[in-house]
């Protein structure tokens, strides 16, 4: 989603803002844009598509220098990515420029009323309200002005504001998109995520929901919607800048597979404990629910099967943006499991607030410290797996399955639905996951490679799965159309009669997860049934097993484990065969079209 940098300092502001959106490119984008305040004037220079198409504009323009501006990057929401509609955005004078994230839901309404009193709107979006109502209200207090804007503003959104009247300030508020005010020495950033402004300062203050400010060279202050001042907290970030880089891998995505041994094995020996108030609460729980999108939603899938098999309590599962609108039954006897990797996502949010006003207890499972899931729960398990850039979630979906893990665990330990014995040889399985991860990444990365080579030219993919690898096969599937946009299904392989085998014949590729399990048998006829058809078949499989490979030649081998833990193993290699089939392809890995890291409007 779009990604916001503001800068005031004694530096040559330009190249910390190109800097600082290069680092934001993560989180997708379809145009880019700047506004400098050079000697009273706002001068803004944008552009479609990437930063580097950005950068060419620059360099032809004359060289000027200017300690203070706003920079941004695009994910369209309100009108096509056009050069018109990036940001910044500006009033009819060009007084005052604005650059925002998120939607303003009542901007037509906002737009038509400027339009009678004789505002000018040159974009479709609705970010230009925003500076036009700060033009109309602007009567000689800048902070007040903005106030009265933002005010009048409905949606989610994070916005700063850039006055050529004032250049010693930005002003900023945040209602549902992410902000956060680094904290520098003589100078001072604004952005939508930590790594735009980390090679600068460790400090940040996370700017909260319905809070306002201003940055000044040497001086931050917080405020209310109102207008009254708001105590600041400054946060030191724990990670460096290595963290987000690519550390010599060709893309960001094959780089946070392989970190998925490291982040097992770290998570596994920390465990997960209960206080006494989650305690209570689960003990006094009906049930539990779980809510999350997309690939957080299938670490929930196989949540569910866990929980319920170690602690016999039922799990109800729902895609975050499903939930709210179902009219779920919850109360105050209701726990809810919030997944989420990024911690902003507003299907998310919004599915958990709908919970909270009904007055369940909120657990979530987040990787982004200090993210507004994390804020508004109860209850924060983090996934610790450090920052995840490519928009492809990889190790945060195992670092996720491994809380559930250990969550199921501790609440069948409360519950005492297994004995001792089961928990503590659980313990040592999820203890020891990592070395099998490991050498999946070692042995395996080759072979699947060559798989993919095989591949990559079929138009579309059916994935199956059983039981607690069913959900694997939908993020199996999801992970491949989302980087190679082949078309790709995932199924339940009991259901493939029901429907999906009309799709087999020789020119479709099907991709079956069969490690060893009380349901093998069940896995191997439908293999069978998709031979008979012709169908191109890919196996995952339990090492050892050599008797597959009557089915097919392609079959990729993981190393034994108790079934129930079979979905972690399972993901490496679906991931990898989704990474090198995109990478055969020449597409955008990191940053695959139309898709934001983290996704911020509902
Ligand atoms: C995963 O590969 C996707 N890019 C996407 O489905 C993601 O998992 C989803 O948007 C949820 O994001 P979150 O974990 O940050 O809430």
């Given at each position: 989603m779009c990604g916001i940098v503001g800068y005031i300092g004694k530096k040559d502001s330009l190249p910390v803002l190109l800097e600082g959106l290069r680092r934001l490119e993560y989180r997708g984008y379809d145009s880019a844009g700047v506004a400098l305040l050079e000697n009273g004037v706002i001068r803004v220079v944008k552009t479609q598509g990437k930063i580097k198409n950005l950068d060419a504009l620059l360099a032809k323009e004359k060289k000027t220098c200017s300690n203070i501006g706003i920079a941004h990057t695009r994910w369209a929401t309100h009108g096509a990515p056009t050069k018109l509609n990036a940001h910044p955005h500006s009033d009819c004078r060009n007084n005052f420029s604005v650059v925002h994230n998120g939607i303003i839901e009542n901007f037509s309404s906002l737009k038509n009323e400027l339009i009678k009193e004789g505002h000018k709107f040159i974009s479709e979006t609705d970010t230009e309200v925003a500076a036009h109502l700060v033009e109309k209200y602007y009567k000689g207090n800048l902070k007040e002005a903005f106030l009265k804007?933002?005010?009048?503003?409905?949606?989610?959104f994070a916005i700063v504001?850039?006055?050529?009247?004032?250049?010693?300030?930005?002003?900023?508020?945040?209602?549902?998109?992410?902000?956060?005010?680094?904290v520098g020495k003589g100078e001072n950033f604004l952005a939508s995520d930590v790594p735009a402004i980390l090679s600068h300062t460790n400090k940040v203050i996370y700017v909260k929901d319905c809070q306002a400010g201003e940055i000044r060279k040497d001086k931050i202050s917080l405020f209310n919607l109102k207008g009254k001042t708001q105590p600041l907290k400054v946060e030191k970030i724990l990670w460096d800048l290595e963290s987000a880089q690519k550390s010599g891998y060709p893309h960001f995505m094959l780089k946070e597979i392989h970190e998925q041994p490291s982040v097992l094995k770290h998570l596994a020996a920390a465990g997960i404990k209960f206080d006494k108030k989650l305690t209570g609460a689960l003990k006094n729980a009906r049930q539990v629910s779980i809510v999350a999108c997309g690939t957080a939603y299938h670490a929930g899938m196989v949540g569910k099967y866990v929980i319920e098999e170690m602690a016999r309590v039922p799990v109800s599962v729902d895609v975050s943006s499903e939930f709210r609108y179902r009219s779920p039954i919850i109360d105050s006897r209701s726990v809810l499991i919030a997944i989420s990797q990024s911690g902003e996502t507003a299907d998310t949010l919004a599915a958990v607030r709908e919970a909270k006003n009904k007055g369940a207890k909120i657990v979530s499972i987040c990787n982004v410290v200090g993210s507004s899931l994390t804020r508004e729960s109860d209850f924060v398990f983090y996934t610790h797996a450090g920052p995840e850039i490519g928009v492809a979630s990889t190790k945060a979906y195992t670092a996720q399955l491994m809380v559930l893990y250990l969550f199921g665990l501790n609440l069948a330990r409360i519950k005492k639905?297994?004995?001792?014995?089961?928990?503590?040889?659980?313990?040592?399985?999820?203890?020891?996951?990592?070395?099998?991860?490991?050498?999946?990444?070692?042995?395996?990365?080759?072979?699947?490679?060559?798989?993919?080579?095989?591949h990559h030219n079929f138009g579309s993919f059916l994935f199956l799965g059983r039981n607690l690898n069913y959900p694997s096969a939908l993020e199996g599937a999801l992970k491949l159309k989302e980087i190679s946009y082949i078309p790709a299904e995932g199924y339940a392989a009991g259901e493939m009669k029901h429907g999906p085998i009309a799709l087999i014949d020789e020119y479709r590729a099907v991709v079956c997860i069969a490690p060893e399990s009380k349901i093998y048998e069940k896995m191997i006829s439908n293999i069978q049934e998709i031979e008979a058809r012709k169908g191109k078949i890919v196996i995952i499989a339990t090492q050892g097993n050599n008797d597959i490979k009557k089915y097919s030649k392609e079959v990729i081998f993981i190393p034994k484990i108790a079934e129930l833990f079979s979905p972690i193993l399972a993901a490496l290699p679906l991931q990898l065969f989704a990474y090198y089939i995109a990478a055969k392809?020449?597409?955008d890995i990191d940053q695959p079209r139309n898709l934001a890291k983290s996704v911020t409007v509902e």
């Open positions: 804007a933002v005010n009048k503003l409905e949606g989610s504001l850039m006055s050529s009247k004032y250049p010693d300030r930005l002003l900023f508020a945040r209602l549902g998109s992410p902000l956060i005010a680094g639905s297994l004995p001792v014995a089961t928990i503590s040889k659980y313990n040592k399985i999820l203890r020891n996951i990592h070395t099998h991860a490991r050498l999946i990444l070692k042995n395996c990365s080759r072979r699947i490679c060559d798989v993919a080579g095989r392809r020449g597409c």
